[in-house]
């Protein structure tokens, strides 16, 4: 089901689109600051396509990323994936929408300590319509020796993996990684990157990975740049780096 | 097993000292209300079968002496179900090998049968035969309390001759469920018995052939018991009748039933302040374990967790505690409640404890503690799954702080950088601050409560017998005895002082309200029996009027001034009005007092006495009774410091008991909630105390931020629980105030500095616990992880 990973002939325009954002806007309160996250995103990510979003922290990326997998909700513009707006969405709905197409992996992994590396993917393959087992989504990522140990038990990376897996188990559409690499050191971060650009070959998953780390966008189809809460540019590469290849 | 399942066991484990002390508040709610309401449900249920199994009577009447044929017209009153005449004799008795002296009632039975009424329930031997003169059957307490044994020999004084009798059973009356001699508050089944012997015998022995001095009646269904009283009382009038009267005046059931007012006021107040509280603590303590949880809360939700799933995990972890708490509490309620019981069939014989465990006890003490555990719960998961995932994930905003009105006082300059942490974090949580502050001034509030009780108990006794009756002896005589006697008694052996006194049965009315009890006519400056005025002191009695207990007129509704109507229940039996001139103020029992001349110008009689208080030489004792005995007319020889000793062992066996059961419950609380606020505080700390650390503060300076604010917030909380103590303390007096004993509202300063001194080890003791926990934490990773 995988295409030629160097090459993409049709291009990603051509395909699918699965999120598309109009005007979106966020502001939020931080105790007593407020802050203009972002100030009017238009964006499309297309199915089976890796993007990494790159911007300074405070840029908005993650922001940006929380309103498409439906863990925020934006002061104006809208979001919509494929046929399904989220702009206006119920709780429900979006706990719905969560449930079936997206998948998270965060910066420091928020894994459930009093769980096992199996079990914390088992408690998100539980309330999926169509997950693989556990066991298989952990070998997907190299954890397959590493079943029953607990988080304290695993180093970083092995975490960072794990969670990777437990958001890849439900089969989501899209993954949704918030700088999945930023608490590990460029070793570990490239076992991780590895990890991401295997699924994305072999389930044909949409990934965007959120960093402020340039060297990873070598590694995507788009590099998308945010700027204080817009899109400053997008660069389209002519070929994907292996994630082995990286070093920073 | 689900995974989620699976986390909620493994919380419960890393919970598990918050889990357990959650579950000990529950349990000490669970287990005060099932304690009282139990020993209250074993108590009347047990009352209302004997009453019932035993055909307790329902009307009762003294009187001098009627012939037998008088019977048939008491029968014949209408609604009258069954009338039983008996001949009732007070005597004294001699145990072998026992010297003080005893008091005996001896009641007459139908030859070899079963009375009517008051059916006796036989515990050793058989009743006496028939024809069998010297045959008797004793009270099982009296029994129990000198070790006698049917085929065992006592001697009786029956009216000045000396009788031997011989035990053939030992004997429970619903009668007598209560066993006390007339001028006692307190059983001393040493020196009281109660005996039964057969008709004929009694009444030879008693110059009562062919008569009767008492009769028992039960009423049909519907029937008016204050009509068949007044008839009763018209017709004994002639006969020397001093009064009938139904259940509510008869010795032990007013005894019984003071008992269950009492235990009824404790089933009420207790369990609600406890329960209240452990309500309270729990919805504070169980949403904010929860909050410490908002970042799981936001992962679930972010891989598509519902909130309803999310309640539900949540409810069950305190539902999986309430449960924990629950069973606790029931059992050693039940356990505890069961013990109570049998101390109380100590004091109230019965045959046997009906003890159960009533479902709506249990479910009404659960569904509380789970309700208030619930709705924390709830309220603080709420919270979490209203933000949207992504904020839950957030570390909290830096909330807003702000300098205090101390730092901005004088103080200023001797605040250190970590003072002024403490201050800020409290100040900047202020809702947070204050509900721990509530929260451990409620737990002290328990504990000034129940430390109230220990010490008001033994106050209450204290003025009794050191400032009320401070004589050593109490004698009553027969018959109304010339005053003359006084000297007589003086020049006994061993004698120090003697005060003499005349009691005379009244009733008292006031408006449709009435007491029955007896007046004192006592010398104008009593000093052995002194009557104590509202500030505790002494006072003396003017030449005319009526004093009364301030308890008892409240009770009746009078004030100083107001004319009380008294109904004289001897002698000539008259109606008069006498005003009320004063209020006398104690502790134990209720009475109204005369001046003795003032009394027998009432009674229309001459300088009277029917009783006498000595104050005795105690090396003499003994031949003071040998020569006591050989006075005519001295029907009972009471020792006070018996007295105050069975009443101290009462009080150290009921009350108090169920006072050191809330002590250690109260403590317990407690601690539950001094250590939840420390873990808590130290949850929501860790990663501000790690970056101190990092930063170069030392262990003992970044301990002493958590320290401090755990003791800022125990000290800020110390007035507020005395305050809370005493009003828990003011409800408690409240509802105990009643007829046989009012616990002052006297909270000593001891009570306020054990219930202080509890509090601050609790503090001291989760202070150090929280601190090795620090110790313990691993700075590099708590700085890593998100918060």
């Keep these: 089901m995988a295409a030629d990973p160097k090459k993409r002939p049709e291009g990603s325009r051509n395909r699918d689109v699965v999120f598309e954002t109009r005007g979106l806007t966020k502001t939020y309160l931080m105790g007593e600051v407020e802050i203009h996250a972002l100030q009017g995103v238009d964006l499309k990510l297309y199915a089976g396509e890796l993007v990494v979003m790159l911007g300074a922290s405070g840029s908005g990326k993650s922001t940006l990323l929380n309103i498409m997998g439906g863990l925020d909700t934006a002061s104006s513009g809208t979001v919509r994936y494929r046929d399904q707006e989220l702009t206006n969405a119920s709780d429900k709905a979006l706990t719905l929408f969560r449930r079936d197409h997206v998948g998270f992996v965060f910066q420091f992994y928020n894994l459930i300590a009093s769980l096992t590396a199996r079990e914390n993917v088992a408690i998100v393959t539980e309330i999926s319509r169509d997950p693989m087992p556990p066991e298989e989504a952990l070998a997907l990522v190299g954890l397959n020796e590493r079943l029953d140990h607990f988080p304290a038990q695993l180093s970083g990376g092995e975490q960072q993996r794990v969670a990777i897996a437990r958001a890849i188990a439900k089969q989501p559409a899209v993954l949704l990684c918030d700088e999945p690499t930023g608490a590990l050191d460029s070793k570990t971060g490239i076992q991780v990157l590895e990890a991401l650009g295997h699924i994305n070959e072999a389930m044909d998953t949409t990934i965007a990975i959120i960093t402020h780390n340039e060297v990873i966008g070598e590694m995507a189809d788009r590099v998308i740049r945010l700027r204080d809460g817009r899109v400053e540019n997008i660069h389209e590469n002519d070929k994907r780096r292996p994630p082995g290849e990286l070093r920073w | ?787």
């Design chain 2, 1 to 787: 097993m689900r995974t989620l399942n699976r986390k909620l066991l493994r919380d419960l484990a890393t919970l598990k000292g918050q889990a357990a002390a959650i579950a000990l508040v529950i349990a000490s709610g669970v287990m005060t209300l099932i304690i009282a309401v139990t020993t209250l449900d074993a108590l009347s249920l047990t009352q209302q079968r004997f009453y019932e199994d035993f055909h307790f009577a329902e009307v009762f009447a003294d009187l001098k002496r009627a012939p037998e044929s008088v019977a048939g017209r008491l029968r014949d009153i209408p609604g009258v179900n069954q009338v039983e005449t008996r001949v009732k004799a007070s005597v004294r008795l001699e145990v072998p090998g026992f010297d003080d002296p005893v008091r005996g009632l001896l009641l007459s039975i139908p030859e070899g049968r079963e009375p009517l009424l008051n059916h006796l329930y036989l515990r050793e031997g058989r009743l006496p035969e028939p024809g069998r003169a010297e045959e008797v059957v004793i009270s099982d307490a009296f029994a129990e309390a000198h070790g006698l044994r049917a085929g065992d020999r006592i001697e009786a004084i029956i009216r000045g001759r000396l009788s031997t009798l011989r035990v053939s059973g030992t004997v429970l009356s619903p009668e007598h469920v209560y066993q006390i001699a007339p001028t006692d508050l307190l059983p001393d089944y040493k020196r009281y018995g109660i005996l039964w012997m057969n008709r004929r015998a009694l009444a030879s022995a008693y110059g009562m052939e062919g008569a009767f001095n008492n009769v028992v009646v039960s009423l049909q269904s519907g029937a008016a018991e204050a009509e068949v009283i007044d008839h009763l009382d018209r017709i004994l009038a002639r006969y020397g009748g001093i009064g009938a009267h139904g259940r509510d005046d008869q010795h032990s059931h007013r005894f019984l039933d003071e008992e269950l007012k009492q235990l009824r006021a404790q089933a009420v107040i207790l369990p609600t302040i406890f329960l209240l509280v452990s309500a309270f603590l729990l919805n504070v303590v169980m949403s904010r374990i929860i909050r410490t949880q908002r970042e799981q809360v936001a992962v679930l939700k972010a891989f598509g967790y519902g909130n309803l799933d999310i309640a539900l995990h949540y409810g069950m972890l305190t539902g999986l505690i309430v449960l924990l708490g629950s069973v606790l509490g029931i059992g050693f309620g039940a356990w505890a409640a069961s013990g109570l019981a049998a101390i109380y069939t100590e004091y109230f014989r019965f045959p046997e404890m009906s003890f159960r465990l009533q479902g709506w006890v249990v479910f009404l003490a659960v569904a509380v503690a789970a309700g208030a555990a619930m709705l924390g719960t709830l309220r603080a998961v709420w919270g979490a799954v209203r933000l949207p995932p992504a904020e839950g994930m957030r570390p909290e905003p830096p909330a807003r702080f702000r300098r205090g009105w101390l730092e901005r006082s004088a103080l200023r300059h001797w605040l250190d950088q970590p003072a002024r942490i403490i201050l800020r974090n409290l100040g900047r949580h202020p809702l947070k601050s204050s509900l721990s502050v509530l929260g451990i001034a409620m737990s002290l509030g328990l504990l000034v409560m129940g430390a109230y009780q220990l010490n008001a108990v033994d106050h209450m006794i204290d003025t009794q017998y050191r400032e009320v009756m401070r004589m050593d002896l109490h004698l009553t005589f027969s018959d109304p005895t010339p005053a003359r006697v006084h000297s007589e008694l003086r020049h006994q052996p061993g004698v120090l002082a003697v005060e003499t006194y005349r009691s005379v049965p009244v009733r008292l009315l006031a408006g449709h309200r009435e007491y029955r009890t007896s007046i004192l006519g006592m010398d104008e400056q009593p000093y052995l029996r002194q009557l104590l005025d509202g500030r505790q002191r002494p006072q003396g009695l003017p030449p005319e009027g009526l004093l009364l207990t301030d308890y008892l007129a409240q009770d009746l509704g009078l004030r100083v001034g107001d004319e009380v109507r008294v109904e004289i229940q001897e002698g000539h039996r008259q109606t008069v009005t006498v005003p009320l001139v004063g209020l006398v103020d104690e502790p134990l029992g209720v009475g109204a007092y005369m001046q003795r001349p003032a009394l027998n110008r009432l009674m229309r009689e001459g300088p009277a006495v029917t009783g006498a208080w000595l104050m005795i030489d105690s090396g003499q004792q003994r031949a003071l009774f040998d020569s006591l005995w050989d006075l005519p007319g001295v029907a009972s020889i009471g020792m006070i410091s018996e007295a105050e000793r069975n009443i101290r062992e009462y009080m150290d066996d009921t009350i108090l008991m169920f006072a050191l059961v809330f002590v250690l419950l109260a403590t317990s609380i407690a601690f539950a909630v001094v250590y939840n606020n420390a873990r808590i505080a130290f949850a929501e700390r860790s990663r501000e105390l790690a970056t101190l650390q990092v930063l170069g503060y030392s262990r003992g300076e970044v301990s002493w931020i958590l320290v401090g604010e755990i003791l800022l917030l125990t000290l800020v909380a110390l007035p507020f629980g005395w305050l809370i103590g005493t009003g828990f303390a003011w409800a408690l007096n409240q509802a105990f105030s009643m007829d046989m004993f009012r616990v002052p509202l006297v909270i000593t300063p001891g009570a306020y500095g054990f219930a202080t001194a509890v509090v601050l080890t609790a503090s001291v003791a989760a202070a150090v616990l929280v601190v090795r926990r620090l110790h313990r934490l691993d700075k590099v990773a708590v700085l890593k992880a998100v918060e």
